[in-house]
């Protein structure tokens, strides 16, 4: 299939591009690069042994976006584009909403205009707000709870109403519970800008010595070792749930949502524990007060991708965290430091 792949530039892009690449797929990138590098993609064709054009663009510039499907032909687009912290969201909301809904309206057009009714979108398990019950299912009611929540909301709305405007459209957005992980070789991985939010990354960063300490949100949660618990996922899985996805795109004709998770829970003390053993390297810690806006357990029924898309998550915590090692000790400081 010859798939458009917006973003493909970031964490989750360059790990899906590989798997795409691997399948036989033909890509063709395209990345404003506001949150990532060109070398990402250098060290993507250099480990898929194949070359693939990329194009500097913001999805918002409908015309360029135009003029490139109607060039390349694709036949289904992986949206990855977007913005993701969610602080920050809270911050400029504004931003947020221009990049992530105006990006998807623009790109919808511009498909409409040049390019075949397939599509993928990123979503994110955060559309499911605080649990009415565990595991989210998909049919758990959806809530935002900050501005980066609702421009993922808002595009799933959004992709509904397209799909029933025209026949033979499809879109499928996957909810992606806790990427994290990298490529086997180390050569790619993930590489926030400035000090990261999210767990993996700062436990990587301390242990590379980048960070002088971890700092725990909570020690004090109705949990196994009072932490919160979280549904981690190794990137290449989902990025293999991608491919299922586009071989899916085949039979559905309207719009679904579906959960991409392992199913299981894993506390930040156990994730580090595992991260020491696979690392050899000690984490020192501090216990902290709870995060505004955590909650204390999310993780996924992964049932509804093991049946529609044939997919489930093979890759155990020991393989995330000695995968995130192998990536941070080689690029301790990203793909900046080459
Ligand atoms: P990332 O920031 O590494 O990748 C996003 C890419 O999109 C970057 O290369 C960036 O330069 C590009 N981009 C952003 N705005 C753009 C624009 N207007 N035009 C063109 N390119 C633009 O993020 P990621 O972790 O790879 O996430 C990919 C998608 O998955 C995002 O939509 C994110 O919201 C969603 N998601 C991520 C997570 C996660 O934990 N990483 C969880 C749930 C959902
Ligand atoms: C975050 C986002 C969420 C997004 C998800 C996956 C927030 C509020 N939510 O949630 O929208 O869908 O990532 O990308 O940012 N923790 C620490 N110390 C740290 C960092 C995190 O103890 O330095 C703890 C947190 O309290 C939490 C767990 O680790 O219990 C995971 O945190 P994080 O990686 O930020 O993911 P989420 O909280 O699931």
């Keep these: 299939m010859k798939v458009l792949v917006t973003g493909g530039a970031g964490y989750i892009g360059t790990h899906t591009l590989l798997e795409l690449l691997g399948c036989g797929h033909d890509v063709l990138v395209v990345d404003n690069y506001s949150n990532s590098s060109p070398i990402a993609l250098q060290r993507v064709r250099k480990l898929a042994g194949r070359d693939f054009e990329s194009l500097q663009i913001d999805i918002r510039d409908t015309e360029q976006l135009t003029e490139a499907m109607l060039e390349f032909q694709p036949q289904a687009v992986i949206h990855f584009a977007g913005l993701k912290a969610v602080g920050e969201s809270v ?4 931003r947020y ?4 809904v105006d990006g998807s309206i623009s790109l919808l057009l511009a498909m409409d205009k040049a390019a075949g009714h397939n599509f993928i979108f990123s979503s994110s398990a955060t559309v499911y707000g605080a649990p009415q019950y565990l595991p989210y299912d998909e049919k758990h009611p959806v809530k935002a709870v900050n501005p980066y929540g609702s421009s993922k909301l808002m595009v799933e709305e959004i992709l509904g109403d397209w799909c ?5 459209t499809a879109a ?6 806790n990427p994290v992980g990298a490529h086997t070789s180390g050569e790619i991985g993930e590489d926030p800008q400035g000090i990261p939010n999210n767990l993996m990354p700062c436990i990587a960063q301390t242990a590379v010595g980048r960070l002088p300490q971890l700092k725990v949100f909570g020690s004090d949660y109705d949990k196994r070792d009072g932490t919160g618990e979280r549904d981690y996922i190794h990137v290449m899985d989902l990025a293999r749930a991608h491919v299922a996805a586009l ?9 679904d949502a579906i959960n991409i998770g392992t ?4 506390t930040v003390l156990e994730l580090v524990k595992t991260f020491e053993q696979s690392s050899q390297q000690v984490i020192p810690l501090e216990l902290v007060e709870r995060r505004a ?3 204390v357990s999310v993780y996924a029924d992964a049932s509804k991708a093991s049946r529609l898309l044939n997919w489930s998550a093979e ?15 080689q690029n301790p400081q990203g793909y900046s430091g080459e």
Aim: charged share 25%; net charge negative; glycine share 8%.
């Design 164 to 168: 029933k405007s025209a026949p033979g």
């Design 172 to 177: 499928i957005s996957l909810r992606y519970f």
């Design 315 to 329: 890759l155990d915590v020991d393989a995330m965290c000695r995968d995130t090692w192998r990536w941070q000790s």
């Design 97 to 100: 909403y221009s990049n992530n």
């Design 247 to 255: 071989d899916y795109l085949e039979q559905c004709n309207s719009f």
């Design 293 to 295: 806006g955590d909650l």
């Design 91 to 94: 911050e400029q909301p504004l």
């Design 263 to 266: 199913g299981k829970g894993l």
